[in-house]
């Protein structure tokens, strides 16, 4: 069982910048790949990045490369995703989730994961 809690977000201008957290419970969180997501209004669950346990593999989105940064702490049990240059189309409520499944690697895939936050709002104002 793994329980997830997402922190950060909030109002930010264009161009501005978030680091959102997400503290997991369980002793098996160095041995989890992890992911962040994120929904819009009226869309779908988007993929944004994603992390192996070790942190050596990272994977984004294209719109993000460059601008985001999903980065771990394995001693804390916390999973970061630094967010630069923040768009308005950057507007969403983002979600922390853990594919206790993977052995090795990251997966850009939803159902691939099995443990998710409730979400934490960030807002881009133009």
């Known amino acids: 069982q793994v329980q997830l809690v997402e922190s950060g977000g909030g109002l930010v201008q264009a161009g501005g910048s978030l680091r959102l957290s997400c503290a997991a419970s369980?002793?098996?969180?160095?041995?989890?790949?992890m992911g962040w997501f994120r929904q819009a209004p009226g869309k779908e669950r988007q993929f944004v990045a994603a992390i192996s346990a070790t942190g050596f593999t990272t994977i984004y989105t294209d719109s993000v490369k460059g601008r985001f940064t999903i980065s771990r702490d394995n001693a804390k049990n916390t999973v970061y995703l630094q967010m630069n240059s923040l768009k308005p189309e950057d507007t969403a409520v983002y979600y922390c989730a853990a594919d206790t499944k993977r052995t090795y690697g990251a997966s850009r895939g939803a159902n691939e994961y099995d443990y998710w936050g409730q979400g934490t709002q960030v807002t881009v104002s133009s």
């Open positions: 369980g002793r098996t969180f160095g041995s989890t790949a």
